[in-house]
Every structure is written in C-alpha cells, then in structure tokens.
C-alpha cells in the first residue's frame, strides 16, 4: 500500500499489485474542507467516514465475514463515491483545489478499490504510519514540556533555554544600537 510517490511506480506488475491508501485520498479533501468548508469535500468526507464505519465493524471479524461485509455495504459505498466524483469533476474547473483532490482520488481508483476482493487487505496504511510517527511526537512532546514550543519555531530555541535567554539578554544592548527598536524587548524580559 502507497502513496502516489512515482519511484513505488515501477515495483508494479506481475508480482506485486498496488493498493492506494483511502486515507491519503480523505486527507486532500480534508485539507481542502479545512481550508474554506468546501461543501463538495464535505460530503467526500462523510462518504468516506461511511467507508470508514463500515471497516470498523469489519475489524474484529475474521477475515471472511470482512470480506462479506465489505462487498455487500462497501462496495455499492465505494461505486457511488466514484459516480459522485465523476460527476463532480465534470462541474469543476481545471486546476482547482477540488479538481486536484478529485484527480488524485480518481487516477488511484483501481488500487482504491482493490481492498473490496480480499478481507486481509487494509483500507489504508494508517497504521504503518503511526508506527513511525512516534519518535517525532516523542520529540515534539518533549519540547512542548521544556517550554520550546513545537514545529519550525522549536528548530530556533536553544536546548538550555536559560542560559540562552541570558546571552539573548547580554547582546541587547549591542542589537539596539545596530536596529533600534528590535531588540529592546529582550532587555525587558525577567531572567528566568
């Protein structure tokens, strides 16, 4: 299962058979819902939540039932969010943020698909990537702890935030003279 990373593009053929991540699709129409509450990407969202309900019911039977379950209630789900996302990309323009989103789905759909015939297969590959998510989170915790904040801004600080306060605080004055108005607040900020 991948994304639409072309390298992964030439594994394909006779012995291995690509499977598209659902969630990687979702995730370009919730970015895109994010951003302006698109209603087009809302109902995506909440057919694809349909998907997801039915997957979650599916879970904890053995696989056969899953593969019952998902061809009876998933697959007529699927086809018409295929039917839905034909017709709307017919209505939409070119080069838009919801073409985009419908394009990507769309040219994965074979692959989308392909978790219908088997009951083994995921829906998505959600859980090879939280598995190496947590060295990142772990990072990101511990810097939210020490007061550093978190994302780009936590790549800035010092790892002993005090002692680079106080150098922050000793170049003050020199900052001042050179850009005026600048630095003058790190004089008046108390030392910790």
């Not at 349909?50 to 086809?79: D, H, M, N, T």
């Not at 922050?168 to 108390?190: D, I, K, M, T």
């Amino acid at each position: 299962m991948v994304d639409d990373y072309s390298g992964y593009k030439a594994l394909f053929g006779a012995q291995v058979t690509e499977l598209a991540c659902l969630a990687h699709c979702r995730r370009k129409f919730f970015d895109l819902h994010a951003a302006g509450g698109h209603a087009v990407a809302a109902e995506v969202l909440r057919r694809i939540g349909a998907l997801y309900a039915i997957e979650e019911q599916a879970r904890a039977g053995p696989i056969a039932a899953r593969l019952a379950l998902r061809q009876r209630e998933a697959a007529p789900r699927l086809s018409a969010l295929h039917d839905y996302l034909s017709t709307q990309r017919l209505r939409t323009a070119d080069g838009s943020g919801l073409a985009r989103a419908i394009d990507y789905s769309l040219k994965r759909w074979p692959a989308l698909q392909r978790y219908l015939a088997d009951g083994a297969l995921p829906i998505d590959n959600n859980p090879a990537e939280n598995a190496i998510r947590p060295p990142h989170r772990a990072r990101t915790e511990e810097l939210a702890l020490r007061g550093l904040g978190t994302g780009r801004a936590a790549g800035r600080h010092h790892p002993e935030p005090t002692r680079h306060r106080h150098a922050q605080r000793a170049r003050a004055p020199r900052l001042a003279q050179r850009h005026p108005g600048e630095a003058s607040y790190l004089a008046l900020q108390p030392p910790r």
